[in-house]
C-alpha cells in the first residue's frame, strides 16, 4: 500500500491518543520508519502489523477500528491533493461509489504500483445499494463499511452498511447492502 495510507493510521491515532500511543503502535508492529512518504509503496504487511499493533496498544477490536480508520481515511484523503479529485467525483454518495473505480484510475496515474480494489454498484431500491468490493486483499471489510460510512458524513447522508456475501475461500469478491437517506429527510 502507499505511504499514503499508512500516514491516516497515524494522523488518527495521534489525533484520537497520542503521539505516545503512534510511537508504541509501531514498536509493537515493528515498524521503525520516522515518517512514511504518501507517493512511496510500501509492504502491505508493514499496514496490517500497524493495525496489529493499534489494536494491542490501544486495547481496540480489530473491525471497530478497521472502521473507525475507514470513516478516517475519507477525512484525510479530501485534505490532500486528492481532495479535488474526491470534489470531481460525483455530488451524492450513490454517484461517488460509482466513480470509485475511475478515481483510481486518476490516481493510478501518478502512482504505477497501485493495486486499488474495484467497485460495481447495483441500485436495489430507492435509497438501497449493493455494493461489490473486489481485492486480493484480505480481511478489509471492516475497512470497507468505514469508509462508505464516512462517505454518507461527506455527503450529509444517514448511512448504514451490511456486509451480506463475504468472499469465499480464494474469492476476491465481497458484497455489501448500503441503505442512504438525507438527514433532512429523517427529520421530516
Known amino acids: 500500500m502507499y505511504g499514503m495510507v499508512n500516514r491516516s493510521i497515524e494522523e488518527f491515532i495521534v489525533r484520537q491518543h497520542g503521539e505516545?500511543?503512534?510511537?508504541?503502535?509501531?514498536?509493537?508492529?515493528s515498524v521503525d520508519a520516522e515518517v512514511f512518504l504518501s507517493m512511496r509503496p510500501y509492504p502491505d504487511?508493514?499496514?496490517?502489523?500497524?493495525?496489529?499493533?493499534?489494536?494491542?496498544?490501544?486495547?481496540?477490536?480489530?473491525?471497530?477500528?478497521?472502521?473507525d480508520?475507514?470513516?478516517?481515511?475519507?477525512?484525510?484523503?479530501?485534505?490532500?491533493?486528492?481532495?479535488r479529485l474526491m470534489n470531481n467525483s460525483g455530488e451524492t454518495l450513490p454517484?461517488?461509489?460509482?466513480?470509485l473505480d475511475a478515481l483510481h484510475s486518476k490516481v493510478g496515474m501518478g502512482c504505477p504500483e497501485l493495486k486499488p480494489p474495484s467497485f460495481r454498484v447495483k441500485e436495489i431500491a430507492e435509497g438501497e445499494l449493493e455494493l461489490q468490493y473486489f481485492s486480493k486483499r484480505e480481511g478489509l471489510?471492516?475497512?470497507?463499511?468505514?469508509?462508505i460510512r464516512g462517505l454518507g458524513e461527506r455527503f450529509?447522508?444517514?448511512?448504514?452498511?451490511?456486509l451480506v456475501q463475504p468472499r469465499g475461500d480464494g474469492e476476491v469478491?465481497?458484497?455489501?447492502?448500503?441503505r442512504h437517506w438525507d438527514r433532512k429527510e429523517a427529520i421530516a
Open 156 to 162: 450529509g447522508q444517514d448511512v448504514e452498511v451490511d
Open 173 to 178: 469478491m465481497d458484497v455489501f447492502r448500503v
Open 45 to 67: 504487511e508493514v499496514t496490517y502489523r500497524l493495525v496489529v499493533g493499534a489494536c494491542e496498544e490501544l486495547q481496540l477490536d480489530a473491525d471497530a477500528l478497521l472502521r
Open 95 to 99: 454517484a461517488f461509489l460509482r466513480r
Open 20 to 29: 505516545a500511543a503512534w510511537r508504541a503502535t509501531k514498536k509493537r508492529a
Open 69 to 83: 480508520l475507514g470513516a478516517n481515511w475519507v477525512s484525510f484523503a479530501a485534505k490532500t491533493s486528492y481532495g
Open 141 to 147: 471489510q471492516s475497512f470497507v463499511i468505514g469508509l
